[in-house]
């Protein structure tokens, strides 16, 4: 089985600069979360989705971050414009609602963004 | 709010040795708890969980957590630590099951041979 795919691994821009990462859930996952990781934190919960609508962005900064789900597969996290202090690793998890030992987080590699 | 601490943002064992991860969480309603390894490079990676039931849960690669409710922890254990058990190790609570999952700090487990 496939797991959580994410991409690019690795980006590096310049402050005020756009960026956008991707996810790809394992398939028939409905929930897919997006999380930010700061180096030496754990990771902060920014959005999750449940299929194609939003269940909590509670502490997703809307003034600059974005994300959408459509047709309740793939996201895209977008960032626009960036600040230094969004400098982290972007984490993507998806979770199949089927309760038991397999009702869990899996988490995709992640993507390093380094703004400058 | 929900919080996690872990306590000991680095820990260093012997090869062979007694691993022991603390964490402890706030809590006013039962919670489900979570423990999650890091490898470098690499997303998480459940270790174990908690939901309800025996309180002495077993999870992968020898690990095992115990919630004790009254001291509000869920610390990570390992009988006999091996080099590969190297990692950044994440203690996370949640009070309303696949939601609003809140992650500790995080512990860097270093063993030594």
């Known amino acids: 089985e496939a797991g959580v795919a994410q991409s690019p691994r690795y980006k590096i821009i310049e402050k005020r600069q756009s960026v956008a990462f991707w996810c790809n859930p394992i398939?028939?996952?409905?929930?897919l979360y997006w999380y930010q990781q700061i180096l030496g934190q754990g990771p902060k919960l920014l959005i999750q989705?449940?299929?194609?609508?939003?269940?909590?962005d509670s502490q997703l900064p809307k003034d600059r971050f974005s994300a959408e789900r459509l047709k309740g597969v793939d996201s895209t996290l977008k960032i626009q414009p960036a600040k230094l202090e969004d400098s982290a690793v972007y984490l993507c998890?998806?979770?199949?609602?089927?309760?038991?030992?397999?009702?869990?987080?899996?988490f995709g590699p992640g993507t390093r963004l380094t703004v400058l | 709010a929900q919080s996690v601490t872990q306590l000991g943002s680095h820990v260093s064992v012997s090869e062979g040795a007694l691993v022991l991860l603390r964490c402890n969480y706030s809590?006013?309603?039962?919670?489900?708890l979570f423990w999650y390894v890091q490898y470098p490079n690499q997303g998480l990676q459940l270790l174990l969980k908690?939901?309800?039931?025996?309180?002495l849960v077993k999870g992968i690669n020898g690990f095992e957590a115990e919630f004790k409710k009254s001291e509000t922890s869920f610390h990570l254990t390992k009988p006999s630590a091996h080099m590969s058990d190297a990692a950044e190790y994440f203690c996370?609570?949640?009070?309303?099951?696949?939601?609003?999952?809140?992650f500790g700090p995080g512990t860097r487990l270093s063993v030594l041979p």
């Open positions: 996370a609570v949640t009070y309303n099951y696949g939601q609003n999952f809140v």
């Open positions: 398939s028939g996952h409905a929930t």
């Open positions: 998890a998806s979770r199949i609602i089927a309760g038991g030992s397999e009702d869990t987080q899996y």
């Open positions: 989705f449940q299929n194609n609508g939003v269940v909590d």
């Open positions: 809590s006013s309603v039962p919670p489900y």
């Open positions: 908690y939901t309800t039931g025996a309180t």
